[in-house]
């Protein structure tokens, strides 16, 4: 569930010029975000329990990820065979892909998902080209683009606009999927079903049983709040939450954790990597997030050195969501053959998990089903 303040902060959500609608689009806001999770669930869920707008980690359950993982796979294996098929498997749908905050990374993977099905789609990466400086309120852009697109995807510096754009969504006669591509500091959810699927791949199908450290800015780190809470869905996993004291786990994540999954072992370092690094089956590496203050960079303790792989296990992977900086060794990029490193395929597996997330938004993922 999602853990509101009484006040919420909704900046960066633009209400209107005019003070009578800036007002009542508010409030109406406030109070759909008062109604509390079982709202917010009915907004994101179909009557089957899987997700109908992808904004939030903790609106997948397992089945939704066994068919993304499945579905990721199938269409790796028909793009190999056949990838004129595959090409034109989402021809008919369109998406804008809506971009208020810098990327280049979850935008281009987004975008080649999209290419990889045959999606069309149009951008917007800066609101200085948009109606906005006209004085155009948030909610009759969204309601704009939904009479032109069949799906968004959206990255926005509040960390409450991926709820705001499914509401409105609610709120229109032409509700199409809000995708989250990472909005605010809470939540990242399809960096979240990549790294999944990255972590499954690795071990083999496993997931449960498994020690996964998250080192660095564990604060702000939207990518490590949805992967934490999606992992906790598994049977006996042991989140480690390496980082300065500054940076420690935020309380949402650790609250949400604690309540929905009691089999779940927390553990909060402030050693560093190096004591902890022989225990883990993954090391998740962040970067300072520092677009949201506090610029510095990491003590060594806290970075990951080519000499730490001595320690680790041989059957671990080493991960990063990237873009990676002073935390991650440079030397690690010139070694080859050793299948631990794998922050670099998670890269690639991006694009197709994003690839799966479109064939199941525009249900075509049983076109690929009755081929197998």
């Not at 309540?259 to 990597?273: A, F, L």
């Not at 992977?317 to 002073?326: A, N, Q, T, V």
Request: positive net charge; hydrophobic residues 35%.
């Amino acid at each position: 569930m999602y853990f509101f303040k009484r006040a919420f902060n909704l900046e960066n959500i633009f209400w209107g010029a005019n003070q009578e609608t800036k007002t009542f689009v508010k409030k109406e806001f406030n109070e759909f975000l008062s109604g509390g999770e079982s709202q917010i669930r009915d907004l994101c869920l179909r009557e089957d329990g899987m997700p109908r707008h992808i904004l939030s980690s903790t609106h997948f359950n397992k089945k939704f990820l066994d068919y993304i993982y499945t579905l990721t796979k199938s269409l790796k294996l028909f793009h190999r065979g056949n990838p004129k098929y595959v090409s034109n498997l989402c021809s008919d749908y369109s998406v804008l892909n809506y971009f208020q905050q810098s990327s280049s990374r979850t935008f281009l993977s987004f975008s080649m998902a999209q290419s990889l099905l045959g999606v069309r789609k149009e951008e917007v990466r800066s609101i200085e080209t948009s109606s906005f400086t006209k004085g155009e309120s948030d909610i009759d852009s969204l309601r704009t683009i939904s009479s032109y697109f069949d799906a968004i995807v959206c990255r926005h510096p509040s960390s409450y606009y991926h709820l705001f754009a499914g509401w409105v969504m609610s709120c229109s006669e032409r509700e199409i999927p809000i995708i989250n591509a990472g909005c605010g500091i809470k939540e990242h959810p399809t960096q979240a079903l990549l790294d999944y699927f990255t972590i499954k791949e690795s071990f083999s199908g496993r997931v449960n049983g498994l020690t996964v450290g998250f080192v660095g800015d564990c604060l702000r780190g939207r990518t490590v709040h949805s992967l934490a809470k999606l992992l906790s869905l598994f049977d006996n996993i042991t989140l480690v939450f390496i980082s300065p004291s500054e940076l420690s786990i935020d309380n949402d994540t650790l609250t949400y954790i604690r309540e929905n999954s009691p089999s779940t072992k927390i553990v909060i370092k402030r050693d560093g990597i190096e004591p902890n690094v022989s225990n883990l089956d993954v090391v998740y590496m962040t970067r300072i997030q520092d677009e949201w203050g506090k610029k510095g960079v990491y003590p060594e303790e806290f970075c990951f050195k080519k000499r730490l792989l001595d320690k680790f296990s041989p059957d671990g992977i080493l991960m990063h969501p990237m873009p990676k900086r002073e935390e991650m060794d440079p030397a690690l990029d010139f070694i080859k053959g050793d299948k631990r490193l794998v922050y670099w395929r998670q890269q690639r597996n991006g694009m197709w998990v994003r690839a799966a997330l479109f064939a199941y938004l525009f249900n075509r993922g049983n076109q690929l089903e009755n081929l197998n």
